[in-house]
């Protein structure tokens, strides 16, 4: 399985909440309805200490939602027993999480939890949000130089990417892997278009627990010195890539629509 990136609840001031707050339960049931449709995945945290599990929406009711719940019975054991749960996720680039107080377990084709639909919800869309979703179809790899020994490389895969900055997911926990930490020579494979050379400097960490159970760590990076090839590298996949995804989207509506009737 292809690992698929967390996504990290955003705390805001009074001032960014209310720009970004979502009340009108019409508006919630919508973007409830449209994470279920695109199969979404959402990320579930239910402890400080804990690490997230990653889930998604299975049904949109008036009153409450069901997601999927973790494949492991410890982590949904914790999870039930949870107060306060905080859902996050990212949608046609736009950072969407609430909150709920708790989670019931239910059977739903499976193990699966239910919880009351949100009163309110954070709709953030921010100039720094656009930045692409490496596809699971065409997975993107990030050479590093091992700290201890720079002819060894460390491999990880890269969940998002943009002109500024990368997502990697690794199971690396080296010490020398802190924020602030500049690796240089870096190697990023750009599916159909060759490898490019960055320096990165870790921005953020969070540990991620994938739906089948694997605990990896996902680094935020920034790109320091940055070539010209490499930039108009990034540009061109990045277009290439969202023209690709219009492109799919197309098809597969025209595959779901109903044949036209005979005249």
Do not use: W
């Not at 492991?72 to 609430?98: D, G, L, M, P, Y």
């Not at 639909?117 to 692409?132: D, G």
């Amino acid at each position: 399985m292809t690992p698929k990136e967390n996504h990290p609840v955003e705390l805001l001031d009074s001032t960014e909440r209310e720009k970004y707050l979502v009340q009108s339960k019409i508006e919630i049931e919508f973007l409830l309805r449209e994470l279920k449709k695109h199969g979404t995945l959402i990320s579930v945290f239910f402890s400080e200490t804990e690490a997230p599990f990653l889930s998604n929406i299975l049904e949109v009711n008036q009153d409450n939602i069901i997601i999927d719940a973790s494949q492991h019975s410890e982590i949904n054991h914790k999870a039930a027993q949870a107060t306060h749960i905080n859902v996050s996720t990212r949608h046609n680039k736009i950072k969407i999480q609430f909150s709920v107080d708790r989670m019931e377990p239910i059977h739903f084709d499976g193990h699966a939890f239910k919880i009351n639909t949100p009163t309110s919800v954070l709709r953030i869309q921010r100039r720094e949000y656009y930045r692409l979703t490496t596809p699971v179809y065409q997975p993107v790899l990030c050479h590093i130089p091992s700290p201890h020994n720079p002819s060894q490389l460390l491999s990880a895969s890269v969940v998002n990417i943009s002109g500024e900055g990368a997502a990697i997911l690794a199971q690396v926990q080296d010490a020398e892997f802190s924020l602030g930490a500049v690796f240089k020579n870096c190697q990023i494979m750009l599916p159909d278009m060759g490898r490019i050379y960055v320096s990165l400097q870790i921005k953020n960490i969070f540990d991620v627990t994938l739906r089948n159970g694997d605990k990896v760590r996902r680094y935020g990076c920034f790109f320091l010195d940055l070539n010209g090839y490499s930039v108009t590298a990034l540009q061109k996949y990045i277009a290439r890539m969202e023209r690709d995804t219009v492109r799919r989207s197309v098809v597969r509506m025209e595959e779901q629509a109903p044949p036209p009737s005979p005249q």
